[in-house]
């Protein structure tokens, strides 16, 4: 995201809080589960992405720009159906189009790029290849059992958007149960910061198999060199239906 000049001619960065209610810091960790359980991890992922690609949902997207007290002064909303066409594409249509009413920051290319790639985080063997994956130890997450990891890049390359923080794996079902972190990297230019939120993004079991994301919510100050920011993000996805079919997908993108 990067903040508007007076002139809406300069971008600033903008920088999340910590949400309230996070996940207390794991326990010192216990006997590391090894490298055998990321690989299923990223073998069950690859089976839930090709799964959710098959789903049609709903995606909520509320962005609120707020003062230092809490009280919005500006929001991005926008309610997008996941759907597939009569061609029995993957598609985006518009149920509420956008309503840009932002009085102190631009959402960027990168802002949308996130909320499809980023925030709903999932650890494929494709993606294996980006990270280092460091085990933290046990913790019981959403009264599930789980194992709690580290995630970092390993490098940060041009032209990736990627994840860096903590994600919780069911015991029982070696999938992603709650993830914690930020999108990188961080952009700074001369034309201004484009920065992004601290977020964390809950799954929930879809037809008793896999766990899809439900909500993804963030609450922070961006440290902007002109300025701190305080800034909500709510994305919520609903109505989870199956549809099965082989497809491609069209995403949209609206207009800034």
């Given at each position: 995201?990067?903040?508007?000049?007076t002139?809406?001619?300069r971008f600033?960065p903008l920088?999340?809080?910590?949400?309230?209610?996070?996940?207390?810091?794991?326990?010192?960790?216990?006997?590391d589960?090894g490298?055998?359980?990321?690989?299923e991890?990223?073998a069950?992922a690859a089976?839930?992405?090709a799964?959710?690609?098959?789903?049609?949902?709903?995606q909520t997207?509320?962005?609120?720009?707020l003062?230092?007290?809490?009280?919005?002064v500006g929001?991005?909303?926008e309610?997008?159906?996941?759907i597939?066409?009569?061609?029995k594409?993957?598609?985006?249509v518009?149920v509420?189009?956008?309503?840009l009413?932002?009085?102190?920051?631009?959402l960027t290319?990168?802002?949308?790029?996130?909320i499809?790639?980023?925030k709903?985080?999932?650890?494929?063997?494709?993606d294996?290849?980006h990270?280092?994956?460091?085990y933290?130890?046990?913790?019981?997450?959403d009264?599930?059992?789980?194992?709690?990891?580290?995630?970092r890049?390993?490098?940060?390359?041009?032209g990736?958007?990627l994840?860096?923080g903590?994600?919780w794996i069911?015991e029982?079902?070696?999938?992603?149960v709650?993830?914690e972190?930020r999108?990188v990297?961080?952009?700074?230019?001369?034309q201004?910061?484009?920065l992004?939120?601290?977020f964390?993004t809950?799954y929930r079991?879809?037809?008793g198999?896999?766990w899809f994301?439900?909500?993804t919510?963030?609450?922070?100050?961006l440290?902007f060199?002109?300025?701190?920011?305080?800034?909500?993000?709510?994305?919520?996805y609903d109505?989870?239906?199956?549809?099965t079919t082989d497809s491609?997908f069209?995403?949209?993108?609206?207009t800034?």
């Amino acid at each position: 995201m990067r903040a508007a000049s007076t002139h809406l001619s300069r971008f600033l960065p903008l920088a999340l809080t910590a949400l309230a209610g996070a996940a207390q810091a794991p326990a010192a960790p216990a006997q590391d589960p090894g490298p055998e359980l990321i690989r299923e991890v990223a073998a069950k992922a690859a089976e839930f992405q090709a799964a959710r690609d098959n789903y049609t949902y709903r995606q909520t997207v509320l962005f609120q720009e707020l003062d230092p007290r809490g009280a919005e002064v500006g929001r991005y909303r926008e309610v997008r159906d996941i759907i597939f066409n009569p061609p029995k594409e993957r598609t985006e249509v518009f149920v509420e189009r956008p309503r840009l009413a932002l009085k102190n920051l631009r959402l960027t290319a990168e802002d949308f790029r996130d909320i499809r790639e980023v925030k709903p985080f999932v650890l494929t063997r494709q993606d294996l290849i980006h990270y280092t994956v460091r085990y933290q130890g046990r913790e019981t997450m959403d009264e599930q059992d789980c194992f709690v990891f580290l995630v970092r890049p390993r490098q940060i390359l041009d032209g990736l958007r990627l994840f860096e923080g903590r994600i919780w794996i069911s015991e029982r079902d070696r999938q992603i149960v709650r993830a914690e972190g930020r999108p990188v990297p961080q952009i700074y230019s001369s034309q201004g910061d484009n920065l992004f939120p601290h977020f964390t993004t809950i799954y929930r079991p879809i037809d008793g198999v896999y766990w899809f994301p439900i909500r993804t919510f963030a609450d922070d100050t961006l440290p902007f060199r002109s300025g701190p920011q305080r800034v909500r993000l709510t994305v919520q996805y609903d109505d989870y239906k199956r549809f099965t079919t082989d497809s491609t997908f069209h995403p949209l993108t609206p207009t800034t």
